[in-house]
Structure formats: structure tokens, C-alpha cells
């Protein structure tokens, strides 16, 4: 398959089935190596005679076009993704969601990973918990749900066994601690698979978890949906989250203008819900 070829045929169909090209450029030959398969199984020439057949069937709910989005989920994560980000949450952001659940009297958390992959970011967030958070607030317990729409992605996360080089940003003290060898893999702490529940969940067609404390919604949303299913995510999410839950999305992403949340204090990128009359929380 000719490279573009295959840019035509992205640029044409992504925007069709509710996705933005710009996301898929760096990823378009994983995308483009299931979309060779797919002609194969059908026994169809090329990606124009591909086109035909989904004309033929505009309907975005159509089989051959629910197909088409599920060939275009990129599952890429690692552990502790974005250093410096995990430094804000750990030294500022969650410890100052902690002692907002104190002050108001709060004795449960919870935290909403959203596309969260094969686990590795609720268990970065698990594992963030348990070392520098947990004992200094034995009474306050943390739930952390980890969603995808992916049942492949979602399977792995609840096995807990990952390869090194998902690992190779994770502090080193960490890696000792929580996870044990096994061939050439490294297998999960059972303390951090129970600290983490994962579900299937759909950011684009159900609710998002009501009430959560904290939202990381990183490399999915603002990557690879174009903007009206963006700022529909968001309408949502404003419409379930709590007044003061900060968003934490993508160090390359950006929210759409005008959308119901505005920049956290801690900055970019983080952000919280700005309904006109609340403040964040003073963090800095
Ligand atoms: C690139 S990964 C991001 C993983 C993690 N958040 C990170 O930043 O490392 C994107 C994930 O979003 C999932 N995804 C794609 N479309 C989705 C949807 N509509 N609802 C929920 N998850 C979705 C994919 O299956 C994939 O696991």
C-alpha cells in the first residue's frame, strides 16, 4: 500500500467516522498495516475499491464503518508516560485533591483513567498512591477505575504483566517494590491489581464516571477525535465531574476554545471545570 494512498484514504474516512487525521499521522502505518488485512479478508484490490465499499454504506453505525474505527485505535502507553507531569501530580496536584477530601470531610476518592490502555496509567496512579500518598492519609481510601473501550486492552491491564520497556520511565525504587520478574516480563504487585478495577467504557458514547476527583484523559479525546466529539466529551464531563475536578490531558494536546474548562494553576496540562462562579483550589 503506497504511503499516499494511504493519506488520501485517512484524510477522506477519518473525519467520517469522528476521527482527525492530524492525531493519526505518526501512527498511520499500524493503522494502514489492519486496513491491508482487512482488503485481504474481503478480497477487495485497494483502498479506493475500499472507499467504494463504504460509501456504499455511509451510515457511521454500519458494521464495515464501526470496523473501520476499531482498525484505528492506537493502544501505545507506558508507565509514568511524561515524567514531568507525574512530578506536578505527585509533588502538588495530589496531595493537594487529599487535603481538599479532608477539609471537606471526604473519606474516599476516586480517579478516572479514560483510555487507560492495558493499565499502565491507573497503576501509575495506583502505584503514586501507595508510595507517597497512602501513609500519610491512612484514613482516606482512593478508588481508581481504568477504562477502555478495548476488551483486548482491557484483558491485559488485568493480568498486570508488562514488558521492560513499558517500565523505563518508572522511578527505578518503584519498579523493585511493586513488580516481580517473570521470563522477560515484569509482572504487577497483587496490592496495586486490587487498588485498580478496569471497565469497558465507550468516552464517546456513555457518560463519563460520575463524581470523580481527578480525570486523566491523556492521548485519546484530543488526540484522535476531531473536535465536536471533543467538545461533546467535555460537555459531559462538565455536566457529571466535580466543580473543582482537574482534567489532566496529553502533554501534545490542547482543549478545544471555549469548551467549559480553563487552565489550572499548576498549568499545562492540567485544567479544571470553570463554571463562572468557581475558582480552583490554590495549589502553587
Ligand atoms: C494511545 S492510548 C492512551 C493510553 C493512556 N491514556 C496514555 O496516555 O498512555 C488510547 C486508548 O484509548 C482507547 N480508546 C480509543 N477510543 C476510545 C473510546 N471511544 N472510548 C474509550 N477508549 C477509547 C484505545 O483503545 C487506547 O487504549
Redesign the pocket.
Known sequence: MRDEELVGFLQWALPRAGLRWRGFRRVRRQVGRRLSRRLQELGVADLAAYRLLLEACPDPKSDEWRRLARMC??????FY?DRRVWAQLRRHLLPDIVQHAVRAGHEELLFW?????SG??PYTLALAWQHDLAWRWPAIACRIVG????RV?LGRAADGVYDASSLRELPRHWREASFRPEGQSWRIADSLREAVSFVE????RAPPLAGADLV?C???VFT?LHEAGQRRFLAKLSAQARAESPLVI?CHESLPPNAGFGPHPLGHPIYYRQPSTSAPRGVL
Open positions: 485505535r492506537v493502544t501505545i502507553s507506558r508516560r483513567s479514560a483510555g487507560c490502555a499502565e496509567e477504562t477502555d473501550v478495548d486492552v467504557h465507550d468516552v464517546e486523566l491523556r492521548n485519546l484522535y496529553g
